[in-house]
């Protein structure tokens, strides 16, 4: 457990090294929510249809961008090596980075997506499906990138498989985190969408450790 | 070399420059405001919420004159890699963004009763926001390497490349249609606005202005002293 | 450090890439043991000492630690073990102090020794730079201190000399010295002529490469 | 001008070894794209609306996966300093490097794109709008994401901070592209825009390699 | 290789991270020189190299190619240069030999010296295995081969001998020596015993430390 703690408490540490470094997470969520109302028309009506959409979407995107460095840089510097070295199961080390890169990520990205809630006319009465929605489902999608991460590193030629697999799996968070969104917007009950988005969550929270663990020892072997 | 070249004879003279800059702001922004606040006229059309214009425009010039300042010190520091427009460089940017949320929010608050929206994605809007985002990626840039030098000169190369946007911002407005006003007060063929507007409006720009010299010398002078200190525990490592 | 452990390896045998490298080694490291291996390169130097580490997998035979086979309790070797490998595995962001401070955190070890391992290695001077300022001599120095540092039973160290200065290697071959007189055990690969102390065992894993074992795959 | 070519055609063969890059750049396109009808609810009317957009933007975020890898690789193994020694200019080296990016991950996305187009409704007027602006716009794209790459090299964060870096700068391809599409669909001539489009590119060939060839200088020294 | 090149340094000053690192350089490497940098870590050896390739910047100081600065038409400096860095600049995806080629290609350089390079350094039967495959010895043997088929007149050699195995070394020696005697000129930093051959000048830039010159920024 010490150990675990140890790990988050590192990868936290050299995140916040970098000073700017949430808020680089943060500029960049707001940069790519901004394109999309370039592309799509100014039309505050259409905006708002598709705002949901859009923060998904871009949440989605937001933690992407990390994911191919989780645990390629350790590999390349020999880090991968000591970790699996460390004592520490490589689930746990596999879960630790899933919880270090929701919280530079995910969790920034969950308090700044209100805010941009605002400039794409969202209505009013999405903001608790849409808040709950990704505080469920960001953390599913850190842990999912973790296995994507791990296999990248083990599997040097099955790179097509990884995208191939990963990507759609991430793609029921999406349908029901939006579906929350709208079913918000529309005075429509949330929950059955967020309950689902839950499940996954508690689905994710086990075996994606598991996964992400397995892949890790092929890697170092 | 300019690389030996000693700050301190700029930091003495900025030293004497602060107090007097300070003081000009002070003054300049209390009359400016006084005068434009609640002695400049209404305007015929747009009523009490004209009165915005007297924050909102001088923050968006400062926001490009910012602009150009981070560049042009950028330049000095990539051609004569003279340290001082290094810090002058760093010191500048988040000043710029600074002036430039400032004329987006008042944009924002004065496009509400204006527009009737607090946001449009028109040329000139859409320039604006992407020189705050310039900004940014510019101040995440020279902060995310271990060698602040290397940091340093990755952020010039970046300041010049966005020098693009400054003519954009200009002249989006005549380029395409927009929500957003043309040019009334410097524009070529004079200006074309009242007045008893001009003279606050003016007043008000000078604060800026001095605000901004007020700011930039403060920060370079941290910014110096921070790294004189890394320098200091560098070479006690040595020892 | 109890100073009563064995470590055997016991026909071990083992490819790369679908080619042999090596097989039929068999050795014994009792406590305060050496082992020095050397020999060409791509001879399954490095092979051999992930084998050891449990990093690696056997095509065939057993490493048994206190005469159980490693693989039973991989957590438990890990425990035992100070590991060098070819890369320094070193964040350039984190000063040479935090770096060793985040690995013995991490695998959940005394940081008592952290000080004097530093300073075996001549590097209190350097400890609090980012290791992304440090020269590649340094950067391995840092990465040997972590081993000193870890005080386990077991080192296994990957041409730990690579990019040393004479100085350094001297300070490791002291460091080496002192950890076999407390009972601990090395095996070391190197092409230099490091001096792993009195009665260092010599083995080149080539040199078991001669005949080809039967296929497996 | 051998090396130039040489430089290409190892980036080349490279990607093609490797797979991964553009294998994920693909199914991220297609997955993001797909998710707009999933999300939105299969209105065709709401999605012929947005489908240049959409398309638009993804083909952007895209890119931008695998701009951060672009020189790292080079650097982190040594390679870098050797193109720098290469005594081809840093110049040609960036150009090769966009000309090369855009041959893996450009082209595909504008082949892909009228696929995808197709289960987004767009109207069929639109077709060679879209076909042409994104053939004129993703080199842009590769040009100035070639300039972000070559900036954040030895960066930490650098996936997101070379997209924070690189998104503003594209957002005048974005406007034109998206705008053409939208004419083209509504009928009116294309051709303004698709020029704009051809004179951002014409200014981005010499002017990209350039400032990317100045970043390269300080990232090796 | 004309034979009659020569390498000027003059008064060359260092700093890394806002250190000096080394000042008040200067030599002279006539045609067939050579050059060994030794001393302890961190002493400036790679920092003096990467100026000589001119991917450093010097502090002060100039150097001089046949009586021009290098800086004044880099290109040119570049296609003199046989460069080994630390790192070994390999693809794992690629073979040892299109490794090379591609590098050959790259810099606009002919191919024919490929095949004699890589069997100087006994690498021919695993010039066809992907880069990835070779244990590390390995690899800095085919970097080192790239150096050699680059047939240019400046060789820098960053730490050449690491993870050499005791044939590779001697191999690299008779190469340097046959590089040598064509007019080829050597700055090689090692702390090994690698032998440059007769003539060899030795230099520790951090014997050149001394007095730290004034403060800057
Ligand atoms: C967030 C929204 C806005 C942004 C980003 C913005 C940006 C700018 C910029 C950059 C300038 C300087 C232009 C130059 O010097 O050529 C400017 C000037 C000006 N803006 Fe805005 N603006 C916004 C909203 C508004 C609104 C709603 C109004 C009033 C209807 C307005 C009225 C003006 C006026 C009168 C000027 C002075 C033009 C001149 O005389 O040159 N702006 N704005
Ligand atoms: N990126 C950097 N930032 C700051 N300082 C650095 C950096 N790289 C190296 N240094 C410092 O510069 C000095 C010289 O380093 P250099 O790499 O030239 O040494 P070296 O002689 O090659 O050492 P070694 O034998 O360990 O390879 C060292 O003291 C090192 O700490
Ligand atoms: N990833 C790999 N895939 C396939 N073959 C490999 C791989 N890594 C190493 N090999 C092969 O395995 C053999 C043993 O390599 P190993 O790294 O153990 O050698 P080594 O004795 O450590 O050599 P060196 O002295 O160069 O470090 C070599 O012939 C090498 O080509
Ligand atoms: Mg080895
Ligand atoms: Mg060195």
Redesign the interface.
């Known amino acids: 457990m010490?150990?675990f703690l140890?790990?988050i408490?590192?990868d936290l540490?050299?995140?916040r090294?970098?000073?700017?470094?949430v808020?680089?997470?943060l500029?960049?969520f707001?940069?790519?929510v901004?394109?999309?109302?370039?592309?799509?028309?100014?039309t505050?009506a259409?905006l708002a249809?598709?705002a949901?959409?859009v923060l998904?979407?871009t949440a989605l995107?937001?933690a992407?961008?990390?994911f191919?460095?989780l645990f390629q840089q350790d590999a390349?510097?020999?880090?991968l090596?000591?970790?699996?070295?460390?004592?520490?199961?490589l689930v746990l080390v596999a879960l630790a980075k899933a919880v270090a890169h929701w919280l530079t990520t995910g969790l920034p990205t969950v308090l700044l997506a209100p805010l941009l809630a605002l400039?794409l006319d969202l209505p009013a009465a999405a903001y608790p499906a849409l808040v709950i929605g990704l505080l469920l489902g960001t953390p599913t999608v850190s842990l999912l990138g973790t296995v994507g991460a791990a296999l990248?590193v083990g599997a040097?030629?099955a790179?097509?498989l990884?995208?191939?697999i990963v990507?759609?799996l991430?793609?029921p968070v999406?349908?029901f985190g939006?579906?929350a969104v709208?079913a918000g917007g529309a005075g429509l009950p949330i929950q059955p969408h967020l309950t689902l988005l839950a499940a996954l969550l508690a689905a994710a929270i086990p075996l994606a450790p598991l996964a992400a663990g397995a892949a890790l020892r092929q890697a170092?072997? | 070399m300019h690389r030996f070249a000693n700050p301190t004879r700029f930091l003495r003279l900025a030293n004497a420059l602060l107090p007097w800059l300070a003081a000009a702001a002070v003054l300049l922004l209390g009359s400016g405001l006084w005068l434009g606040l609640l002695r400049s006229p209404a305007d015929y059309q747009q009523g009490e919420t004209v009165r915005i214009m007297y924050v909102h425009v001088p923050a968006a010039w400062m926001a490009m004159a910012g602009y150009t300042t981070l560049a042009l010190s950028s330049l000095a520091f990539l051609v004569w890699k003279h340290p001082l427009a290094d810090l002058a460089a760093r010191a500048a940017s988040p000043i710029g963004a600074s002036f430039t949320a400032i004329a987006l929010v008042t944009g924002a608050l004065w496009g509400q009763p204006m527009w009737g929206t607090w946001w449009v994605w028109d040329a000139r809007l859409t320039s604006v926001l992407v020189l705050l985002f310039l900004y940014l990626g510019h101040m995440a840039l020279t902060n995310a390497f271990d060698d602040p030098e290397r940091g340093g000169r990755a952020g010039a190369v970046l300041a010049l490349v966005g020098v693009v946007n400054l003519p954009i911002i200009k002249f989006s407005v005549d380029w395409w249609n927009t929500l957003h006003q043309p040019a009334s007060v410097l524009r070529l063929g004079g200006s074309t606005i009242d007045p008893a507007m001009m003279k606050p409006l003016f007043l008000m720009a000078g604060g800026y202005l001095a605000v901004f010299g007020v700011a930039l010398i403060l920060r370079i002078r941290a910014l110096y002293a921070e790294r004189r200190l890394r320098q200091l525990r560098l070479s006690l490592t040595d020892a | 450090m109890t100073g009563n452990d064995r470590l055997d390896v016991m026909d071990l045998a083992a490819r790369r890439g679908g080619r042999p490298v090596f097989h039929g080694l068999s050795f014994t490291l009792a406590p305060g043991g050496a082992l020095r291996l050397a020999g060409r390169n791509g001879g399954g130097k490095t092979t051999l000492l992930r084998i050891l580490a449990g990093l690696g997998r056997a095509d065939r035979g057993v490493v048994l630690w206190n005469g159980d086979p490693i693989g039973d309790d991989r957590e438990a070797h890990a425990a035992r073990l100070g590991w060098l490998g070819h890369a320094d595995a070193l964040k350039p962001a984190l000063s040479a102090r935090e770096n060793l401070e985040a690995a013995l955190r991490i695998a959940d070890r005394p940081l008592a020794g952290l000080n004097n391992a530093l300073d075996a290695l001549g590097l209190s001077n350097l400890a609090d730079l980012p290791a992304g300022w440090l020269s590649s001599g340094q950067r391995r120095r840092v990465a040997l201190a972590r081993v000193l540092a870890g005080a386990a039973p077991l080192w296994l160290l990957d041409e730990p000399t690579v990019g040393l200065d004479i100085a350094s290697v001297a300070a490791l071959e002291r460091a080496i010295a002192s950890h076999r007189a407390g009972g601990g055990m090395v095996v070391a690969a190197t092409h230099t002529a490091l001096d792993l102390g009195p009665d260092t065992v010599s083995l080149d894993p080539a040199a078991h490469a001669g005949a080809i074992p039967e296929p497996i795959s």
């Open positions: 010490n150990g140890a790990l408490g590192r540490r050299l995140a090294r970098q000073g700017a470094d808020a680089m997470t500029a960049f707001v940069v790519v901004a394109l999309f109302p370039l592309g799509l028309g100014p505050p259409l249809r598709i949901g959409g998904w979407v995107l937001a992407m961008l990390s191919d460095r390349d510097d020999g880090g090596d000591l970790l699996a070295l460390s004592g520490l199961p400039t990248v040097r030629r790179g097509v990884v995208a191939l990507l759609p991430t793609i999406l349908i939006v579906a709208e170092v072997e």
